[in-house]
C-alpha cells in the first residue's frame, strides 16, 4: 500500500521507472482477470493492454483515493464490461460455437498463454451469464464487497447476492466432479 | 453434489497461471512509456499553448478593431482630395456670389475652374446658380 502510494508520486512526477514497475506488479492480475471476464484471450490483452495505456496518458489528472490494484482492477472491470456489450452486439455464432473458439487462438503476437487451471475457470465462467460472471469473478478474484460490485453495475445489493448465489449454483452443477475436494 | 463453499475456495485459491510473452510484454511496456511521454509534452505544452493562443486572439482582435477605427475616423476627418477641392470650390464660389452678386461669381467661376482645368466633373454652372439661388431665398 505504502509502495503503491510511493510508485504513484513517483509516476507522476514523470518517472518511467514507477510506471514499469506499477505494470510489472499488477499486469498478470489484471490479465487473470480480463481473461475470467471476458473468456476470450485476445479481448483480455486488449483490455488490459487499453487500461494500461489510459493508465500511463493521465498521469497528470490521475486522483487516486483507494488503492491503486482495486483502481486497475476496477478499470479492468469496466473495460470487460463495455467490450462484452460491444461483443454481444456483433455476436453471429452461438454460445456453444464461440466457447470451444476462445482462449485456444494462438497467434505469434499473444500476449499470454493461458495455464490450465486458468483455462478450465476461464471455460467455467464463460457459461454464466455475464452478469453472474462478473459478481464472481470481482468477488472470488479481484477481492470486492458486494456493496461495490453493486455500485460498479448499478445494481442494489440484493440482486448482486441473488446473482452471486445463481452463480455459485450453476458452476457447482457445472464443475460437479470436477474440483479438487 | 459440492457444497457452494467448495466453489468459493476453489476459485479463490485456484493457482491460475498465466505464461506471459516477453517480447510483447517489453513492446507493450515501450508503448506505455511512449504513451507517457507523449501526454507529459502535450500537458506541458497545453496550458502554454492556451495562454499564447489567448494573447495572440487579443492583440488580433484589438489590432483588427483599432485599424477599423482608425479607418473610420480617416475617413470622417480625411475626405479625398477631389472631395476636397470640390467643397471648397464651392465654398469660395459661395462667397463669391454673396460679396459681388452675380459679376463676381462668375469671375471667381472663371478662376477657379477655367483657368486651373480643374473642373469638375459633377458641377455645372446651372446646378451651383440654382442651390445658389435656394440658398439665397431660404
Sequence with gaps: MLEDKLLIWKFKCGDNEALCRIYRKYRADLLKLAALLLHNASDAEDAVHDVFVSFAQTAERLKLSGNLKGYLLTCVANNARNRNRARQRKQTVGLD??????????????WITYGEELHRWSDALGRLPYEQREVVTLHLRAGMKMRQIARLQGVS??????RYRYALEKLRSLLNGDLKP | MRPEKNIEQALKQADLNIEINTETDGAILSELIAARKGSRSTATRHPALKLAA??????????????????????????SGQAR???????????AYR????????????????GSESRPARLSVGRLLTELAEDGES
Design chain 1, 97 to 110: 460455437e464461440a466457447a470451444t473458439v476462445v482462449c485456444e487462438s494462438a497467434t505469434p503476437e499473444q
Design chain 1, 157 to 162: 445489493v440484493n440482486t448482486v447476492k441473488g
Design chain 2, 54 to 79: 489567448a494573447a495572440a486572439l487579443i492583440v488580433a482582435t484589438l489590432l483588427i478593431g483599432h485599424g477599423v477605427v482608425h479607418d473610420r475616423k480617416r475617413v470622417a476627418v480625411e475626405p
Design chain 2, 85 to 95: 477641392i470640390e467643397t471648397l470650390n464651392l465654398v469660395s464660389l459661395n462667397a
Design chain 2, 99 to 114: 460679396h459681388g452678386g452675380m459679376e463676381a461669381l462668375e469671375e471667381q467661376y472663371r478662376k477657379t475652374f477655367v
